[in-house]
């Protein structure tokens, strides 16, 4: 039996579209394109008429590609004003021995939280349960207690975005399965289970906002969005270099480097100084000194770590690493900088760390053919439309074999509050 699976990423300046199949217990990602895309600015919606004919026009390709129509996928975007927050419950185990009742009740009382209605839920995580006292438990069915409580962690994001969102894609032709929050889409591609751990900072720097989430000891602890991204560097570029958009994007991609001639401690990047050759708006060629180019990239880079340095210190659990996705992670000298800046180890995400759990935890195998050529393309401007897909085929799967665990409980009330 084969099931097909489609994760779409919709970001400020492209659409990603990712199919995955399963057949005979092989997990296979048969495609997998972006597109431009507008309607958007920072990641909300502001023309929606731009943003539905942006996806027609890729969803069309997408299906003279594969030779099937799409109706329906998950849908990955950034959070528009997204918060995250905790939430506690207890009840009086009845039997002396924790049973799935039990557990639904209390997760239901943690949950039970009025939200306001201009806000919508868009994930509800499990963070720990506690029996008589005792801490850390990840799942307390058949144990012995007099008490059970339940702290979960409770993500919302602006009602009127997400239901545009939704509607955009609707008269588009695509039905929306479910909504994932850019950054936890992210997460699902990039981190191990390790990772997930020791604690851990996934960051998103798509072209119009940045994206955080951090996950410690298994679960989700944190998440915000900062309205900054690769966007506003080639926008910097294109004011201090008086230069068309276009041209200023062409010069951040083949000469930016995000670390100028400063030092972090022993941290230096160093770099033959030379002239590059730029086209004014007056389409006349000049010539500007690379370091010109290095102050102007590292000002808005420095903005960007300085929002992390904010977040990881009001986060309540500690960042060991800092895993990065979007184009910007790209760019020579932003790894060595964020380290560097945040004394903190970082690196790049690569998305078949996500495949490769993905697989191991649902019991599936790889199709070992395509992971030598496909896997190299997924880079981690991808991250997060990959990890629609694997959130997607994870809800398929644990909805289905595990729906009496903590896992599917946590799924069906989602649906609950989520009213696609």
């Given amino acids: 039996m084969e099931e097909i699976f489609t994760g779409i990423d919709i970001g400020t300046t492209k659409i990603s579209f990712v199919r995955?199949?399963?057949k005979n217990g092989k997990f296979d990602i048969s495609f997998l394109r972006s597109y431009p895309c507008s309607g958007l600015k920072k990641g909300k919606i502001v023309d929606m008429e731009s943003l539905i004919s942006s996806i027609k026009k890729s969803l069309k390709d997408v299906e003279d590609n594969l030779k099937?129509?799409?109706?329906?996928?998950?849908?990955?975007?950034s959070g528009s004003e997204v918060q995250g927050f905790y939430s506690t419950a207890a009840v009086k185990i009845r039997k002396k021995?924790?049973?799935?009742?039990?557990?639904?009740l209390v997760i239901e009382s943690a949950t039970a939280v009025e939200i306001p209605p201009d806000r919508q839920v868009v994930h509800i995580l499990p963070v720990e349960f506690i029996v008589d006292g005792v801490d850390g438990i990840k799942d307390p069915i058949g144990m012995k207690g007099l008490r059970l409580e339940a702290k979960v962690y409770i993500v919302t994001a602006s009602a009127n975005h997400i239901q545009n969102l939704i509607s955009c894609c609707s008269k588009a032709g695509i039905e929306v399965e479910n909504f994932v929050l850019q950054s936890i889409a992210s997460a699902e591609a990039t981190l191990t289970e390790y990772d997930k751990e020791i604690g851990t900072m996934v960051v998103?720097?798509?072209s119009g906002s940045t994206d955080i989430a951090v996950f410690y000891d298994g679960y989700l602890r944190h998440v915000a969005v900062f309205g900054i991204g690769g966007n506003h560097i080639t926008s910097d570029l294109a004011i201090g270099l008086k230069i068309p958009f276009h041209e200023a994007e062409r010069i951040k991609i083949q000469f930016?480097?995000?670390?100028?001639?400063?030092?972090?401690?022993s941290l230096k990047f160093q770099e033959n100084e030379k002239d590059i050759e730029i086209i004014?708006?007056?389409?006349?060629?000049?010539?500007v000194s690379l370091s010109v180019l290095k102050e102007i990239i590292y000002a808005r880079c420095e903005e960007i770590l300085e929002f992390l340095k904010k977040e990881i210190s009001v986060v309540d659990v500690s960042v060991s690493s800092i895993v990065f996705t979007g184009g910007t992670s790209l760019m020579r000298g932003f790894i060595p900088l964020a380290e560097g800046f945040l004394s903190i180890p970082a690196r790049i995400g690569n998305s078949d760390s996500g495949i490769i759990t993905a697989c191991s935890e649902l019991g599936l195998n790889e199709n070992?053919?395509?992971?030598?050529?496909?896997?190299?393309?997924?880079?981690?401007?991808?991250a997060s439309a990959i990890g629609a897909l694997i959130y997607a085929v994870?809800?398929?799967?644990?909805?289905?074999?595990?729906?009496?665990?903590i896992f599917g409980k946590i799924k069906s009330l989602i649906k609950n509050f989520i009213k696609i």
């Avoid at 004014?280 to 010539?287: E, F, L, S």
């Avoid at 994870?394 to 665990?405: I, N, P, T």
């Fill in 20 to 22: 995955g199949e399963i």
């Fill in 68 to 77: 099937v129509k799409v109706k329906k996928a998950f849908v990955c975007s």
């Fill in 97 to 104: 021995e924790i049973r799935d009742s039990d557990v639904d």
């Fill in 204 to 206: 998103d720097i798509g």
């Fill in 256 to 265: 930016g480097v995000a670390l100028p001639d400063i030092n972090f401690g």
């Fill in 280 to 287: 004014g708006v007056d389409k006349k060629p000049a010539k």
């Fill in 368 to 382: 070992s053919e395509q992971a030598e050529t496909l896997y190299e393309s997924f880079g981690p401007e991808l």
């Fill in 394 to 405: 994870k809800s398929k799967y644990f909805q289905a074999d595990l729906s009496s665990g």
